[in-house]
């Protein structure tokens, strides 16, 4: 006679998780992203997906595959930071433990959200937990892999030792995952953001709030990495990230020379994303003369320093 197995212990209100995806215009990856959020291993998990106003409402497709996912379609684009704020909002207020922010453009291993989870409960604190993240196409290279800060303390090096758990200096918004009175705590993505930069901004708040955030080794996830841009490096891209990043300095630099100091990563980011282009510039007048150019990432650049300072935030117009 064969032993009947247990049924899985459900967790706690206070482990529930609510996993959070927006879709734009990319509903072949959300429904992969979807498949592998079925085959994670821990029990209290819900999935809420945000149309963030795709040009052909697809979510049909949705419901068809996986009945047991909600769907919600909103009738704009509301960025990755407003779109993240209804499921945030909604984590608020269903009494879950946990909210994870996750990209369409991704694939979890089947132990990521459950690993990600335990992450939390080793650290005991509000905080930002992040899986280790491989490129979709070129798994053997990590896009988010943090070892142990030099200098860490005896604390610190048990921690990553036992329980696989890092800190980091930084947060990566292509999954985030947090105990919901983080949010309850600092409050809200910053909607000015719109995309790019907001993920930082969030975690800026919670470290000035005293909160940190941290990499579960034992998380494991692929990332195909700008899908909804339409790649890597676009103009759309480089607008926003010229735009916010002067927006982000406002908000958090330490003084002029901290100020500054961020400009100067600015230029040196967008020097060398005009060299990839063009590796024909190679000198800082090459890339005045580029800056002044017709080319599409220079307008966009252009634009993002004129937006910030006439105050123009949100989607790009």
Not at 12 to 27: C, D, I, K, Q, W
Not at 60 to 76: Q, Y
Not at 186 to 205: A, K, M, P
Request: charged residues 20%; aromatic residues 10%.
């Amino acid at each position: 006679m064969s032993q009947m197995l247990p049924e899985p212990t459900m967790p706690s209100a206070a482990e529930r998780v609510l996993v959070v995806v927006l879709n734009f215009n990319g509903m072949d990856d959300t429904l992969g992203c979807l498949a592998s959020l079925r085959g994670q291993d821990w029990v209290g998990l819900d999935v809420l997906v945000i149309d963030n106003g795709s040009a052909t409402d697809e979510t049909a497709r949705i419901v068809a595959a996986f009945p047991e996912v909600e769907v919600i379609v909103e009738p704009e684009n509301l960025g990755w930071a407003g779109g993240n704020n209804v499921g945030l909002r909604r984590a608020l207020a269903g009494g879950y433990g946990y909210v994870c922010l996750l990209n369409n453009d991704t694939v979890l291993g089947h132990a990521a959200i459950g690993e990600m989870v335990a992450a939390a409960g080793v650290i005991a604190a509000p905080c930002l937990v992040h899986p280790v993240i491989h490129y979709f196409d070129d798994p053997g290279t990590a896009q988010l892999f943090p070892g142990l800060p030099v200098g860490a303390d005896a604390a610190a090096q048990a921690r990553a030792e036992i329980a696989g758990i890092v800190e980091m200096d930084h947060a990566y918004g292509a999954c985030l995952l947090m105990p919901v009175g983080l949010p309850r705590a600092i409050g809200l993505l910053d909607e000015r953001f719109f995309l790019q930069l907001e993920e930082e901004d969030f975690f800026q708040r919670a470290r000035r709030a005293g909160f940190g955030a941290f990499c579960a080794w034992r998380a494991r996830m692929l990332h195909k990495e700008s899908a909804s841009f339409g790649g890597r490096v676009t103009a759309a891209k480089t607008y926003y990230q010229v735009r916010n990043t002067f927006l982000l300095a406002e908000k958090h630099a330490r003084g002029m020379g901290d100020f500054a100091g961020r400009l100067k990563r600015l230029l040196w980011a967008l020097f060398q994303r005009f060299h990839g282009l063009d590796p024909t510039m190679t000198s800082w007048g090459g890339f005045a003369r580029r800056m002044l150019s017709g080319d599409a990432h220079a307008r966009a650049a252009r634009q993002g320093v004129a937006d910030y300072l006439l105050r123009r935030f949100g989607r790009r117009g």
